[in-house]
Structures are given as structure tokens and as C-alpha cells.
T-cell receptor
Framework: AQSVTQLGSHVSVSEGALVLLRCNYS??????LFWYVQYPNQGLQLLLK??????LVKGINGFEAEFKKSETSFHLTKPSAHMSDAAEYFC???????????????FGKGTHLIIQP | EAQVTQNPRYLITVTGKKLTVTCSQNMNHEYMSWYRQDPGLGLRQIYYSMNVEVTDKGDVPEGYKVSRKEKRNFPLILESPSPNQTSLYFCASSLSGFASYEQYFGPGTRLTVT
């Protein structure tokens, strides 16, 4: 069974500072990995995904994430935080070859990113 | 515009009164799914559907029903709602149920059961 751990339910950074949101996963087979963002009162939207191509994945809004198999991690980073980045961020894992459903996409509990002016 | 729509967006009801939350997508997606989001628990899958007339349980199916009679629609039914079903519900769809495909989420339905 797969699982996701997001370290830190809340992360606070200053505007212009580096954003680092941590995600560790466990999976019995090579995973697909996703980061989704949820802005207040909205649904989730995809930031980026890893599907076994390049280990450094670039997404929207200047975010990127690096897949590190040895560390079972997929941390999300952004060099310079903007006020508009304030949102809830979810890491998710899916086993390659699965058909979705209960063994499909598993979400972490989320990290609330706070941007200090 | 490609989107997933949910109705209603907000609903307050009483224990035991049957309700339905509708979900519709206009992207011709095969795969659809329902999640509930609770503070500190992230998103948990309730039910999913790989295609028309094919549905299966997710992680937390108790107290919920679904149907998939048409490709675009995937309603969530609470036959006898209870207060522990108070939550934020999301419908999602993707082109295929294969694991690499992105899921597109609706705007959410906030349900309160008193």
C-alpha cells in the first residue's frame, strides 16, 4: 500500500524567500508523484507531476520538485515566494500500473503555506 | 471551458434527510471520483468510476452511494446523512483511470449535517 507524509501542517516564509514543502512517500512499486495546490474556496489544481521521466520536474507558477528515489522524497520548491502563493499544498502518490481507485491516488494531509509580507 | 461542476456548493441539512450532490464534467473523461476533505486528514477517496456503469469503493465508502449512468455525470448520494458526514466534498475526473493522468477537480461542496 502506498502512503504520503507531508512534514509540517503549516509553513511560514517571508515574501521573496525560498519555499520548501516536504513530501515523503512509500510505495511498493515505482510511483507517480503529484503536487496539487488549493487556493481558498477553490478545488485542487495540478502544480506538477513526476511520471518516471526527468527527476527534476518543473511546474506552473515557478514551482519545481525533485524526485529522489534513495530518499523516497518529492519536495516542492520555489526560489522566491509571492503573496499569491499562499494556499494549501497537497502531495499525492499513485502506483504505476494501477487503475485508480483505492490503490490509485493517495493524498498527504496537506501543508498550509503562509507568506509573510 | 473544460471544467468539473458540482451542485450545490453549500448545503445544510438534517440527520436522515436523503440528499444528492451532482457532479458533471464536459471533458469526455472516463474516470471520475469523489473525495472528502477534512481538517488534518487531507483528501480521502469515497468512490470512483472507471467508466459508465463501473463503480467501486474507495477508502471511506460507508454511508455513501454513487451511480454512473452517463459518462459526464457522477452523483454522490447520501441516503441517511449523519453529522460525521459533515465535510467538504470534491468531485474529480481524468481522461483515464491509469495512474499517471492528472485529475481535474470541481470547486467543492461544503455539507453540514445537523
Amino acid at each position: 500500500a502506498q502512503s504520503v507524509t507531508q512534514l509540517g501542517s503549516h509553513v511560514s516564509v517571508s515574501e521573496g524567500a525560498l519555499v520548501l514543502l516536504r513530501c515523503n512517500y512509500s510505495s511498493s512499486v515505482p510511483p507517480y508523484l503529484f503536487w496539487y495546490v488549493q487556493y481558498p474556496n477553490q478545488g485542487l489544481q495540478l502544480l506538477l507531476k513526476y511520471t518516471s521521466a526527468a527527476t527534476l520536474v518543473k511546474g506552473i507558477n515557478g514551482f519545481e520538485a525533485e524526485f529522489k528515489k534513495s530518499e523516497t522524497s518529492f519536495h516542492l520548491t520555489k526560489p522566491s515566494a509571492h503573496m499569491s502563493d499562499a494556499a494549501e499544498y497537497f502531495c499525492a502518490v499513485s502506483d504505476q500500473g494501477s487503475g485508480g481507485g483505492a490503490d490509485g491516488l493517495t493524498f498527504g494531509k496537506g501543508t498550509h503555506l503562509i507568506i509573510q509580507p | 471551458e473544460a471544467q468539473v461542476t458540482q451542485n450545490p456548493r453549500y448545503l445544510i441539512t438534517v440527520t436522515g434527510k436523503k440528499l444528492t450532490v451532482t457532479c458533471s464534467q464536459n471533458m469526455n473523461h472516463e474516470y471520475m471520483s469523489w473525495y472528502r476533505q477534512d481538517p488534518g486528514l487531507g483528501l480521502r477517496q469515497i468512490y470512483y468510476s472507471m467508466n459508465v456503469e463501473v463503480t467501486d469503493k474507495g477508502d471511506v465508502p460507508e454511508g455513501y452511494k454513487v451511480s454512473r449512468k452517463e459518462k459526464r455525470n457522477f452523483p454522490l448520494i447520501l441516503e441517511s446523512p449523519s453529522p460525521n458526514q459533515t465535510s467538504l466534498y470534491f468531485c474529480a475526473s481524468s481522461l483515464s483511470g491509469f495512474a499517471s493522468y492528472e485529475q481535474y477537480f470541481g470547486p467543492g461542496t461544503r455539507l453540514t449535517v445537523t
